[in-house]
């Protein structure tokens, strides 16, 4: 028990400056920049697929926290968000260089997350953007859209009171604490449970292999990523299985999304999307019989 409470408090620290980062950016962009300047940020939002997903690829659980708090505040698009989701590789990255897996394979596997990210993304904000046109007559709908001010509302923080900095401290220690506690219950839940059973779930399964590993993805926890890498490593899984775990893996970031974007329907909405993208892929790969 003594190293799931290390665990979490070290998942949970390394995840500070991305926090305050990104909360310093939302209240400057909300306390600093016109109406016209926050119009401009999202229409530049046509190319967030792209830099989402590339960013997405870095190693880290900070950078889909990150993006979730700027969907959040209305800063990115959806299409961005999902295409982050789909690139991120938590744990991947360094548990593939710490084994000498080839750096040849690790990059194939980096640009068949990194090109279905930005598809899907690019597809996502597509469909959207034909939806608004369709329905911008309704004004219920534009009612109901979300930006910073809600975000920052929503959080009960009265940004408006302070500065900048005490105002993005608020936000960070408050989502600190709900990561901390949803860390460390998920960390005593896979410490009960066991690698081992959970990898028993997925042995050498052709198709439920996507479709497990999918669900497994989903953990709000870098642990997920760990154990489907394991897993693949240890010749458990298979590579198709293994991206499709890998693909829904968003780390930390969807338990963030519950904590700060309205909407109850709309995150299971965006999980579901999130899920149905990642074991689809899966699928096809297996289908095609794709291997590292």
Same mark, same amino acid.
């Given at each position: ?35 016209? /300047?926050?119009?401009? #940020?999202? +229409? ?5 697929? &792209? $830099? *989402?997903? =590339?960013? @997405? ?44 897996? /080839?750096?040849?394979? #690790?990059? +194939? ?5 990194? &090109? $279905? *990210?930005? =598809?899907? @993304? ?44 005490? /105002? ?12 901390? $506690? ?111």
């Amino acid at each position: 028990m003594l190293e799931v409470i290390q665990d979490t408090l070290m998942d949970s620290i390394k995840l500070l400056p991305f926090l305050f980062l990104t909360y310093f950016i939302l209240e400057y962009i909300e306390h600093k920049m016109g109406e016209k /300047s926050k119009q401009t #940020i999202q +229409k530049s939002g046509k190319f967030g697929p &792209l $830099i *989402g997903s =590339i960013l @997405g690829v870095f190693p880290q659980c900070g950078f889909s926290v990150s993006a979730t708090n700027l969907y959040a505040g209305r800063v990115i698009s959806l299409g961005t968000l999902i295409a982050v989701y789909l690139s991120t590789s938590d744990e991947m990255l360094p548990i593939f260089i710490s084994e000498a897996v /080839s750096p040849w394979i #690790i990059l +194939k596997i980096l640009g068949i997350k990194l &090109l $279905i *990210g930005m =598809i899907a @993304g690019f597809v996502i904000d597509l469909v959207a953007r034909f939806w608004r046109k369709k329905n911008k007559k309704n004004k219920q709908e534009e009612k109901t859209e979300e930006s910073i001010e809600d975000l920052c509302e929503h959080d009960h923080c009265h940004c408006e009171e302070g500065s900048i900095w005490k /105002s993005a401290l608020s936000h960070t220690l408050h989502i600190f604490l709900f990561i901390m $506690i949803i860390t460390f219950v998920i960390n005593v839940i896979v410490y009960f449970i066991g690698e081992e059973n959970i990898s028993h779930l997925m042995l050498n399964q052709p198709i439920l292999g996507p479709i497990i590993a999918g669900a497994v993805g989903l953990i709000p926890n870098c642990a997920a990523s760990v154990i489907i890498t394991n897993l693949y490593l240890e010749n458990v899984i298979s590579a198709a299985s293994m991206i499709a775990g890998l693909l829904t893996g968003a780390g930390v970031g969807l338990a963030v999304l519950f904590k700060t974007n309205r909407g109850l329907k709309q995150n299971i909405k965006i999980v579901g999307l999130l899920y149905v993208i990642g074991v689809i892929s899966g699928l096809l790969l297996e289908w095609i019989g794709i291997a590292f």
